[in-house]
C-alpha cells in the first residue's frame, strides 16, 4: 500500500467514528443528547441544532463516500485484484484420499445379521 491510500483509509475511519457520534446525538422526538445542547447553542444564535446536525451528518456521509472512491483509484492497476486463486486453490492440497476402512476381522461371517 501506499502513504496515499493509507492517509486517506485513516480520513475514512475518523469520519466514520464522527458520523457515528453525531448520529448518537440526534433524536427525532427531541429527547436525545441534542436537547442538553439546544440552549447553550441558542446563545449563539443556533436554534434549530436538529437541523444542523442532519447536515453534519450528510456531510460526513459525502466525505466518506468521496473518500473511498478516491482511495480506491489510488491503488491503480498494481493493486492485487489481478491474482487468480483458482490456481492457489488448485494447487494447494492434493486429491483427499479415500476414506480408510477400519481393520475389520469378523470370526464367523455367518452370525452377521442378514441386510
Known amino acids: ?23 448518537l ?6 429527547e ?8 447553550g447553542n441558542q446563545t449563539f444564535g443556533v436554534r434549530q ?8 451528518t450528510w456531510v460526513l456521509v459525502a466525505v466518506i463516500l468521496a473518500l473511498s472512491i478516491v482511495s480506491s483509484f489510488t491503488l491503480g492497476k498494481g493493486g492485487n ?3 487468480d486463486i483458482t490456481d492457489q486453490i488448485e494447487g494447494a492440497a492434493p ?4 476414506f ?3 481393520p475389520i476381522e469378523i470370526e464367523n461371517p455367518e452370525a452377521l445379521p442378514a441386510e
Not at 1 to 23: C, D, E, G, K, P
Request: hydrophobic fraction near 60%.
Open 1 to 23: 500500500m501506499n502513504a496515499v491510500f493509507t492517509i486517506l483509509t485513516v480520513l475514512v475511519i475518523i469520519a466514520a467514528v464522527l458520523l457515528v457520534l453525531v448520529v
Open 25 to 30: 446525538l440526534q433524536n427525532g422526538k427531541g
Open 32 to 39: 436525545g443528547m441534542a436537547s442538553n445542547f439546544v440552549a
Open 49 to 56: 441544532t436538529a437541523d444542523i446536525l442532519e447536515k453534519i
Open 81 to 83: 485484484a489481478d491474482i
Open 95 to 98: 486429491e483427499q484420499p479415500e
Open 100 to 102: 480408510p476402512t477400519a
